[in-house]
């Protein structure tokens, strides 16, 4: 009954607005946004016919199950960013040295040196690097020219980061 009434209200204020304001004001919109959200009701009230179908019973356990889970997914996150951020830190910390440590006769150590500034220089570098690393699939090519130039060690660590985080947490 009462949305029987609001459907009514809707049609009414559809048709003045489209035949009588519609004219008076030459073609410019007039503002009924309150007759929108009463139709953003009106959709509502379709899906909750569609909740007592028994047609949709499987639907309504996976949109359940969806619901109920978003909590364990944004700590997922939260924990997938803390790693992140305190394995990009501790690359920033572990490459600092080698990107200070200049040599200016040696040129290809400059383009190195550049190359390891520009993936690893800063902390938010490095934190964009361990994004790319995680999700990308991009890592060989961010740690390889680190373990052949640098020090075998990145290879542990990246090893351990790449089974651990990438492998274990996020697949």
Wanted: proline share 3%.
């Amino acid at each position: 009954e009462k949305f029987n009434t609001l459907d009514a209200f809707i049609v009414l204020f559809t048709v003045l607005d489209i035949y009588v304001l519609g004219p008076l004001t030459n073609g410019e919109k007039s503002d009924l946004t309150v007759i929108r959200a009463a139709r953003f009701f009106r959709v509502l009230r379709a899906l909750r016919v569609a909740r007592t179908l028994e047609l949709f019973t499987e639907l309504r356990v996976l949109l359940f199950t969806i619901t109920a889970s978003f909590l364990a997914l944004f700590w997922s996150l939260v924990l997938l960013m803390i790693t992140m951020l305190m394995a990009g830190l501790i690359l920033c910390q572990l490459v600092s040295p080698y990107i200070e440590d200049f040599d200016p006769s040696r040129i290809e150590d400059a383009e190195f040196q550049r190359w390891m500034f520009e993936r690893y220089g800063t902390a938010g570098r490095s934190l964009w690097t361990v994004f790319e690393i995680t999700f990308a699939g991009s890592w060989p090519s961010l740690v390889r020219p680190l373990v052949e130039k640098v020090s075998v060690s990145f290879g542990f660590f990246f090893g351990a980061y790449v089974f651990l985080v990438v492998f274990a947490m996020t697949r």
